[in-house]
C-alpha cells in the first residue's frame, strides 16, 4: 500500500469512527423552554415569623402540617432519623448565640419556629461537591435530589440544623401522601425549599397559606413596598445566628 | 493424555454450560413489548419520544429544576408542563402498564420511580425487616427501626 492511500483510509476511517455528523441525524427542529407564565417572582425572597402571635397558639402546628403532607416528609418516630422541614424548638437551642440567664426564664416553653433561612451566603451551597444544592437567582436556597449524592457536607456546614438525611427508606413513615410531589428516597439530605414548585403555579408557600393566624409573612425583601419589607422596618426583629454572616433570610418579628 | 475419560467429558459439561444462553434460547422469539398508549398526541412524534425520551427527561429536570424553566416549547409550538408526576404522568396513566413493559423488555432498571410516585400508588408499604434480623430472629424494637405501625399506638 502506498503511503497516500493509507493516509486517504485513516482519514476515512476516522469519518467513520466518529460517527453520523451532527446534521445528518434527523433531531427535533424547535427546542424552546420558557419559565412558567404566572409565577410569583422577587429578588430575594424572604419571610417573616411573628413569633408573638405563634405564642398565642402554642397548640397550632398548621404549617407544619401543611408543609410535611404536601412534600411528604415522613414522620420517623425515633428522634435521630427524623425529618423536618419547619419545626419548634425553643430559644435558647434556637438563638445559643443570646446567652441570658433571664431570657431563658422569660422565654421558657415558648416554641420558636424555625426552617431552612435560605441565606444569601450559604455556606452548604459552598460545600456541596455536587452543586446538588444551589442558590437560585431569587434567593431560594433550592436542592436538586436528582444530584445529592448523600455526603452530609451540608448539614456539617449549615449552622441551622435545616437539612435532615434520609437513613432509611421514607415512603413507609409516610401516612397520606400528596401524589403531586415526589418523595425523597434513602441517602438523600432534605430541606425546606420555600415552596418553589407552588411559586411557579403562583401560589404562596404552603405554611404561609396554612396559618390562618397570620404569623407568617412571606415576600420580597427588596421590594420596597413589600408587607415584609414594611413590617420589618416598622417593627423589632431579629434573625438566628446573624453574626456568623451567612445571611438569613428568616426574620423573627419580636417587637 | 492423562484422564482423558474424565477430561473430555469436562470440557463438554463446561461448554455445554457456558453456552445455555444460546442454546436455551434458540429458535424462540420473546415478543416485542407493547406499551399502552394513550389517546392524543405526546410532546413530540412517537419515534423521536421512542428513541430519545431519556435524554430529554435528563434535560427538562435539569431545565425545570436548575434553571426554573418549566414549560416546554415543542417542535410544532405547543406548550407543555414540565413534570414527570405532573406532566408525563397525567396522560400515561399507568406507570406498569407504559414505561415498565418496554424497560422489562429491555432490562433496564431506570430509578425516577425511587422519589417519583406513579400515579397509580395508592399507599405505601410499612418497613420491610431486613433479611439478616429475620433470620436471627431478633425483634424490631431492639435494633431502634421502631415501625410506624408501633408509633400509632401511643
Same mark, same amino acid.
Given at each position: 500500500?502506498?503511503?497516500?492511500?493509507?493516509?486517504?483510509?485513516?482519514?476515512?476511517?476516522?469519518?467513520?469512527?466518529?460517527?453520523? *455528523?451532527?446534521?445528518?441525524?434527523?433531531?427535533?427542529?424547535?427546542?424552546?423552554?420558557? *419559565?412558567?407564565?404566572?409565577?410569583?417572582?422577587?429578588? $430575594?425572597?424572604?419571610?417573616?415569623?411573628?413569633? $408573638?402571635?405563634?405564642?398565642?397558639?402554642?397548640?397550632?402546628?398548621?404549617?407544619?402540617?401543611?408543609?410535611?403532607?404536601?412534600?411528604?416528609?415522613?414522620?420517623?418516630?425515633?428522634?435521630?432519623?427524623?425529618?423536618?422541614?419547619?419545626?419548634?424548638?425553643?430559644?435558647?437551642?434556637?438563638?445559643?448565640?443570646?446567652?441570658?440567664?433571664?431570657?431563658?426564664?422569660?422565654?421558657?416553653?415558648?416554641?420558636?419556629?424555625?426552617?431552612?433561612?435560605?441565606?444569601?451566603?450559604? *455556606? %452548604?451551597?459552598?460545600?456541596?461537591?455536587?452543586?446538588?444544592?444551589?442558590?437560585?437567582?431569587?434567593?431560594?436556597?433550592?436542592?436538586?435530589?436528582?444530584?445529592?449524592?448523600?455526603? $452530609?457536607? %451540608?448539614?456539617?456546614? %449549615?449552622?441551622?440544623?435545616?437539612?435532615?438525611?434520609?437513613?432509611?427508606?421514607?415512603?413507609?413513615?409516610?401516612?397520606? &401522601?400528596?401524589?403531586?410531589?415526589?418523595?425523597?428516597?434513602?441517602?438523600?439530605?432534605?430541606?425546606?425549599? &420555600?415552596?418553589?414548585?407552588?411559586?411557579?403555579?403562583?401560589?404562596?408557600?404552603?405554611?404561609?397559606?396554612? %396559618?390562618?393566624?397570620?404569623?407568617?409573612?412571606?415576600?420580597?425583601?427588596?421590594?420596597?413596598?413589600?408587607?415584609?419589607?414594611?413590617?420589618?422596618?416598622?417593627?423589632?426583629?431579629?434573625?438566628?445566628?446573624?453574626?456568623?454572616?451567612?445571611?438569613?433570610?428568616?426574620?423573627?418579628?419580636?417587637? | 493424555?492423562?484422564?482423558?475419560?474424565?477430561?473430555?467429558?469436562?470440557?463438554?459439561?463446561?461448554?455445554?454450560? =457456558? =453456552?445455555?444462553?444460546?442454546?436455551? !434460547?434458540?429458535?424462540?422469539?420473546?415478543?416485542? #413489548?407493547? #406499551?399502552?398508549?394513550?389517546? !392524543?398526541?405526546?410532546?413530540?412524534?412517537?419515534?423521536?419520544?421512542?428513541?430519545?425520551?431519556?435524554?430529554?427527561?435528563?434535560?427538562?429536570?435539569?431545565? =425545570?429544576?436548575?434553571?426554573?424553566?418549566?414549560?416546554?416549547?415543542?417542535?410544532?409550538?405547543?406548550?407543555?408542563?414540565?413534570?414527570?408526576?405532573?406532566?408525563?404522568?397525567?396522560?400515561?396513566?399507568?406507570?406498569?402498564?407504559?414505561?415498565?413493559?418496554? +424497560?422489562?423488555?429491555?432490562?433496564?432498571? #431506570?430509578?425516577?420511580?425511587?422519589?417519583?410516585?406513579?400515579?397509580?400508588?395508592?399507599?405505601?408499604? #410499612?418497613?420491610?425487616?431486613? =433479611?439478616?434480623?429475620?433470620?436471627?430472629?431478633?425483634?424490631?424494637?431492639?435494633?431502634?427501626?421502631?415501625?410506624? +405501625?408501633?408509633?400509632?399506638?401511643?
Amino acid at each position: 500500500m502506498k503511503r497516500r492511500d493509507l493516509l486517504k483510509l485513516a482519514g476515512l476511517s476516522a469519518v467513520v469512527a466518529g460517527g453520523v *455528523p451532527g446534521f445528518l441525524n434527523k433531531e427535533v427542529k424547535a427546542r424552546e423552554y420558557t *419559565p412558567p407564565p404566572g409565577a410569583l417572582t422577587a429578588k $430575594r425572597w424572604g419571610m417573616a415569623i411573628d413569633i $408573638r402571635k405563634c405564642w398565642e397558639h402554642p397548640e397550632c402546628r398548621d404549617c407544619i402540617k401543611a408543609c410535611h403532607h404536601i412534600h411528604n416528609v415522613p414522620e420517623i418516630p425515633e428522634k435521630k432519623k427524623e425529618i423536618k422541614w419547619i419545626w419548634k424548638d425553643e430559644f435558647e437551642h434556637a438563638f445559643p448565640d443570646q446567652p441570658n440567664e433571664f431570657n431563658d426564664v422569660l422565654l421558657q416553653g415558648k416554641p420558636f419556629l424555625l426552617l431552612c433561612n435560605h441565606c444569601e451566603h450559604p *455556606p %452548604c451551597v459552598r460545600v456541596c461537591p455536587t452543586e446538588a444544592t444551589f442558590k437560585r437567582e431569587d434567593g431560594i436556597v433550592m436542592m436538586d435530589y436528582h444530584r445529592c449524592i448523600g455526603c $452530609r457536607f %451540608c448539614m456539617a456546614a %449549615c449552622p441551622f440544623g435545616a437539612r435532615s438525611f434520609n437513613w432509611v427508606d421514607p415512603r413507609p413513615y409516610i401516612r397520606e &401522601f400528596n401524589p403531586e410531589f415526589p418523595t425523597r428516597m434513602k441517602g438523600v439530605v432534605e430541606k425546606c425549599l &420555600f415552596c418553589y414548585e407552588r411559586l411557579e403555579k403562583g401560589q404562596i408557600p404552603a405554611c404561609v397559606e396554612a %396559618c390562618k393566624h397570620k404569623a407568617l409573612i412571606f415576600g420580597d425583601l427588596e421590594d420596597e413596598n413589600s408587607e415584609i419589607s414594611r413590617v420589618l422596618r416598622s417593627r423589632f426583629s431579629i434573625r438566628r445566628k446573624a453574626e456568623l454572616g451567612t445571611g438569613p433570610s428568616v426574620f423573627y418579628l419580636i417587637g | 493424555m492423562y484422564n482423558r475419560d474424565k477430561v473430555i467429558p469436562g470440557i463438554i459439561i463446561f461448554v455445554l454450560f =457456558a =453456552a445455555f444462553p444460546i442454546w436455551w !434460547g434458540h429458535g424462540k422469539s420473546v415478543p416485542p #413489548p407493547k #406499551p399502552e398508549l394513550p389517546k !392524543g398526541k405526546c410532546v413530540e412524534s412517537k419515534e423521536y419520544m421512542r428513541a430519545h425520551h431519556m435524554q430529554l427527561l435528563n434535560i427538562w429536570r435539569n431545565k =425545570a429544576i436548575r434553571e426554573g424553566m418549566r414549560v416546554y416549547v415543542s417542535s410544532d409550538g405547543s406548550r407543555y408542563w414540565i413534570g414527570l408526576q405532573n406532566g408525563c404522568m397525567k396522560c400515561h396513566h399507568d406507570k406498569s402498564k407504559f414505561c415498565d413493559r418496554c +424497560h422489562t423488555y429491555a432490562a433496564v432498571k #431506570p430509578y425516577c420511580w425511587n422519589c417519583h410516585i406513579p400515579p397509580e400508588t395508592k399507599e405505601f408499604k #410499612p418497613p420491610k425487616r431486613s =433479611a439478616l434480623l429475620k433470620l436471627f430472629g431478633i425483634p424490631e424494637r431492639l435494633t431502634g427501626n421502631s415501625s410506624h +405501625h408501633e408509633y400509632e399506638e401511643h
